[in-house]
């Protein structure tokens, strides 16, 4: 019985070890996908969100953990952004061994329930070696955009537009996601989050055979 455990405890250790490295392999090995939009049928909303892909996957590219000033350069954007829209984002520092990393929050006040709070974010990070153009600069994009649109209008509830960092292995799943620290200082300031709305990859879909899969084979079934 004791020998079962053992190998069952040793078959998760690999299946752990085994799940990150796969995905990043199959993430650097796949193909990028060239999309040739005709530019002039563009309204406002459709070139704001191309440019900000574009600038994100394009001109600033991989923004990893371990490219601490790639990631500075994807948040001075975003803060710029916002800056040129009128709207004035905070950050939310952190530091993990000696760096500082920011998460961006934009919040627009309640009129009616504003102790109420809606949260809605995507991270701005990327896995090594990555331009992450869907994953996440398309969502980083519509949050962006998102807050142009709505800057203007009154809300009942609190909205809180937050650009988390650090959200890609091999941070992902620690204690120094940006997530995680977000909601840890939530809680200690005793924030009331009634929903929370991620998003994440929403600028590519294809259902089209081998376009799109899974980080590993088995998970298709579920």
Do not use: C
Request: aromatic content about 10%.
């Amino acid at each position: 019985m004791i020998r079962y455990i053992i190998l069952g405890a040793i078959l998760a250790l690999l299946l752990l070890l085994i799940y990150p490295n796969y995905s990043i392999l199959k993430i650097k090995s796949t193909t990028s996908q060239k999309f040739t939009v005709p530019q002039s049928s563009w309204g406002k909303e459709e070139r704001n969100l191309f440019n900000h892909v574009n600038h994100l996957s394009e001109s600033v590219g991989s923004r990893s953990f371990s490219e601490p000033s790639k990631i500075a350069a994807a948040r001075d954007y975003i803060v710029n952004t916002f800056l040129k829209y009128g709207i004035k984002p905070s950050l939310q520092n952190f530091s993990v061994g000696n760096t500082v990393f920011s998460n961006i929050i934009v919040t627009f006040s309640g009129q009616k329930f504003p102790d109420e709070i809606i949260v809605i974010g995507a991270h701005y990070d990327t896995v090594l070696g990555t331009p992450g153009a869907d994953d996440n600069a398309s969502a980083v994009a519509m949050l962006l955009e998102t807050a142009r649109i709505m800057a203007g209008s009154t809300h009942g509830r609190t909205l809180k537009l937050v650009f988390f960092v650090l959200e890609e292995p091999p941070v992902f799943s620690t204690e120094n996601m940006g997530s995680r620290i977000f909601a840890r200082r939530a809680r200690e300031n005793n924030m009331d989050i009634r929903a929370m709305i991620s998003l994440e990859m929403v600028g590519y879909f294809s259902d089209a055979k081998r376009k799109q899969a899974f980080p590993l084979p088995f998970m298709s079934p579920f």
